[in-house]
């Protein structure tokens, strides 16, 4: 069993940034099966308006929710990742994610995942492959 919670604040000294402040709050678990890892992860984000007279984001409230399952089968382990999220009254996003990691040694391994994220009022939803190789020093 492995947990984790926190609660950062971004942002919130600096007055003129044209980025604007947000508040996050996490939450997230995960449990071995032993033929499986299983995951489950949430998170709160409220983005503030920025200080008077600086142009910028209206206030927006964020809710992200994501479940996940690892299988390792020997030198090759399987993912899946999906998220529900609300981004406000009007957009909701949803995405997936599947990967196969491929072990090479006991520090080098080889990532191939597929991404996709749509959402439901923006037309640039879309998806991207990527290829990672990872060492671990």
Known sequence: IAFAADHTRYGFNTVTSAAAPDTRTRISGSYNLGVASLGLGYQTKGLKALAAGVAGAATTNNTQTIMSVLVPMGNVEFGAAFTPNKQDAANDIKGYELDVNYNLS????????VQNVSESNVANSGGNVRVRLIHSF
């Open 106 to 113: 006991k520090r080098t391994s080889v990532l191939l995942a």
